[in-house]
């Protein structure tokens, strides 16, 4: 039915346009990074393909361009994308309809693309199982080419574009805000300034993070088991 | 700086397999179940922002070992980057003002 594959495309691209914006100037910030500390854009291409995901690719490219022990790498992944266990539940039934695409699916499910998933209403025309394939699909599409495009430049610019790294922090910046704001408590918030600053001034810049996750975790952890124990009892 | 090949391959795969396998994990664990246990429920709620404002202070970790004028373009553009957030929610437009206002305010000696 290549009418309806059409219409179905057109709706995927139609969606994915915030994302192809924002994707784009940030994974282009992520390529300039790695171009500029000598990497080429086979390295951006790879990484972007294989890793996939915004925030965490900015703490690899500092990674990369500073060296760290695998072990930090690792528990850094593991700390800063743990929030991807909770996305998939809602999805396991839809994308298991994608059949050998499966595997494809839950590796680009993102907090953009798990955010549009859950946002969209499919009209009549719109085969929902394939437009959820061109979306996921797209929005890899453009942030891959975004870090390419970046690695690029960032090798080929003359001028050193001292501060683009900014970008992270005012990502960073601008997400906790957005969840300051959709949160019913501030706690864990505050808990995550609190132990961050308190490592910091303890532990110095070059070993503080994974303290930090780590007392975040803890602290969350000991809450919500009281929390919850609360509200099971009552 | 760039690591050695090998060095860097090892962090990308590293990196790539353990954000694969948290990515899968609920399709393997939870295929059959339509709830997360309440713990897990809760703290999918409470981590990601903690994780969120320890990873702010890991961007402006520089800060404490600079003199503090030399702290003003970060906590500048960090205000900026708010102030817009706040007022335009658009991501895309904060996170670009406020990284040009940074590189702006780095060029432009104090």
Redesign the interface.
Known sequence: MPAKRFITLRFALAKTL?IA??YF??ST?YGIILGQ???SFV?AL??SA????G??QF??AT??????S?LT??LT?????????????SF?KP?KKTGKLY?YM??T?TDETYSLYCSLDYPKEVDETRAMVYIAVLAHAYWIVGSVFGAVVGNVLPLT????D???????????????KA?K?H???????G???LC??LLG?SS??LP??IL??AI??I???K??NK??QS | MRLSTSEALAMILLSGGITFCLRALPFVVFQNKKKLPPLLESLANNLPPAIMAVLVVYCLKALPSLPPIEWLPALISVGVVTAIHLWKKNTLISVFTGTLCYMLLLQVPL
């Open positions: 915030p914006l924002s100037f940030i910030a500390a000598g990497y390295w790879f990484s294989f890793v996939y995901t925030a965490f703490v690899l990674f990369l361009t500073g060296g760290a695998l790498v690792g992944a593991l700390f800063m994308n743990s929030r991807h266990i909770f996305y998939g539940l396991i994308f595997p839950i590796h499910l574009l001292e501060g683009v900014f970008c992270l922090t005012a990502l960073f910046v601008t997400i906790v805000i957005d969840q300051w949160a408590s706690v864990s918030v505050l808990v995550g300034f132990c961050g600053i910091l001034l810049a503080f993070i930090a996750l975040t975790s969350l952890i809450y919500n088991a929390n919850t509200e099971v």
